[in-house]
């Protein structure tokens, strides 16, 4: 067969046309985002309700997921479970972000020594383990879910203060800006005006990729107990919760432990659909 003919029909499969590549992981995200703004009303029982007589029901009609170890609906729990996770991962962004893009701004527009420090204070974070550091504070401070946003926010924000310095400097020393300057624009019009509107794409591109790796962090730091506290059902402390019953209730691991991937997995899918069409520096290769 020719690569005409092959060409020809690959048009007329069905579905040849539906871009699959942002299509399957923006349905699994809806799933999990509905899933969880809809957990009091979806969910079929209360997470937290113990009944020992269902200790470790594999799944059932009445169980889809089954139970765990103190007889709790699996399903539920993931539902709530998902809230958190969103939560934590969209708010510890969110200030990531604004305390980066407010220090990188800074470094990139005022520059001298306070920049200068910015700048090493930021090398010196991107060089600490974040694991082991987000580990040591949430010991330090205790495990709950305000703590838990704000250390992984501490953690993330120097990753946005580098990026958006270093595309500051670079759209600061482009033509059209010097021009601006040139024609006495002051340094507060030249920011809103060109160089903010400029960061846009790339700081939403960085923002949606750290918030699936906020989502692994909290889920790891629940996993190992310094994460939010229970009885608030998370994916990493329902993972832990099943470790011992591995081989008794192979669903108290598995269920959470596909939340966590499937949410991972997808926001990253999305964060690359977004680079390919909001960088315009970046280049896929066929």
Known sequence: MSMS???????????????????????????????????DILAPHDPNKQNLANFLSPPSAEHWMGTDALGRDVMSRMMYGARISLLVGV????????????????????????????????????????VLIALAVAATVGPSLPNVIMVIALLYWAQFARMVRGEALSIRERDYVQAAYAIGCGNTRLLWKHILPNLVNTVIVLATLQIAGAILLEST???????VPPPTPTWGTMVADGRPYVELGWWMVTFPGLGIMVAVLSINLLGDVLRDKLDPKFVRRS
């Open 5 to 39: 003919n092959v060409t020809l029909a690959r048009k007329r499969l069905p579905g040849a046309g539906i871009p699959w590549r942002w299509l399957v992981p923006a349905v699994l995200l809806a799933i999990i985002v509905l899933s969880a703004l809809l957990a």
């Open 91 to 130: 708010s510890s962004v969110g200030l990531a972000l604004l305390i980066g893009v407010v220090l990188g701004i800074t470094s990139a527009m005022v520059g001298g020594w306070i920049g200068e420090a910015i700048m090493r204070l930021t090398d010196l974070l991107l060089t600490l383990p974040p």
């Open 221 to 227: 730091l629940s996993f190992l107990g310094v994460g």
